[in-house]
T-cell receptor, first 111, second 117 residues
Framework: GDSVTQMEGPVTLSEEAFLTINCTYT??????LFWYVQYPGEGLQLLLK?????DKGSNKGFEATYRKETTSFHLEKGSVQVSDSAVYFC??????????FGKGTMLLVSP | GAVVSQHPSRVICKSGTSVKIECRSL??????MFWYRQFPKQSLMLMAT?????????EQGVEKDKFLINHASLTLSTLTVTSAHPEDSSFYIC?????????????FGDGTRLSIL
């Protein structure tokens, strides 16, 4: 079945550091890929998405590129802020709109 | 952007009480709504998929009689936790999507923290 694997956290960074959160997936067909962010005590917010190979999703300085050859969708940001501290979920959707989530990666950014 | 409202945000009640959680899509018609459960420091576990006007599809291991789902309109789905017990305490999150295709993202509510004493 479909699955998503994310790097385990927490990822601890200083403000303005470069961020990479790895995400790889297994799916039949051509899934759509998503990154969601969850701030403490809140639901999930869509951060970015990509629906086909080589698409790059971007939002709020975050980027991720759909790499079919490596089945990856790594999340990157050039300079993190304290306000980026949250849990980040990689997810895929294949066929219909049901999402398969990774386990989430907590990001902690210190001043 | 698309907005999903979930209410209440927090519930504290005694064991044996039934609790209803509402999920509304405010600016789009939600063909499909989803209900998730999230344990501390864990990912979301899909409980059920709810399609307007039809019975919900429950994931394996989720008790249908325990977690009643009603999707009466294109903008409202409800989850009722019947005769709740302490082990039902969790963070419940709904999401909604305007379509049935994989490229349309789900939009999430802010979740409901359920605490059963």
């Amino acid at each position: 079945g479909d699955s998503v694997t994310q790097m385990e956290g927490p990822v601890t960074l200083s403000e303005e550091a470069f961020l990479t959160i790895n995400c790889t997936y297994t799916a039949t067909g051509y899934p759509s890929l998503f990154w969601y962010v969850q701030y403490p005590g809140e639901g999930l917010q869509l951060l970015l998405k990509a629906t086909k190979a080589d698409d790059k999703g971007s939002n709020k300085g975050f980027e991720a590129t759909y790499r079919k050859e490596t089945t990856s969708f790594h999340l990157e940001k050039g300079s993190v802020q304290v306000s980026d501290s949250a849990v980040y979920f990689c997810a895929l959707s294949a066929g219909y709109s049901t999402l398969t989530f990774g386990k989430g990666t907590m990001l902690l950014v210190s001043p | 952007g698309a907005v999903v409202s979930q209410h209440p945000s927090r519930v504290i009640c005694k064991s044996g009480t039934s609790v209803k959680i509402e999920c509304r899509s405010l600016d789009f018609q939600a063909t499909t709504m989803f209900w998730y459960r999230q344990f501390p420091k864990q990912s979301l576990m899909l409980m059920a998929t709810s399609n307007e006007g039809s019975k919900a599809t429950y994931e394996q291991g989720v008790e249908k009689d325990k977690f009643l789902i009603n999707h009466a309109s294109l903008t409202l789905s409800t989850l009722t936790v019947t005769s709740a017990h302490p082990e039902d305490s969790s963070f419940y999150i709904c999401s909604a999507t305007p379509g049935q295709f994989s490229n349309q993202p789900q939009h999430f509510g802010d979740g409901t923290r359920l605490s059963i004493l």
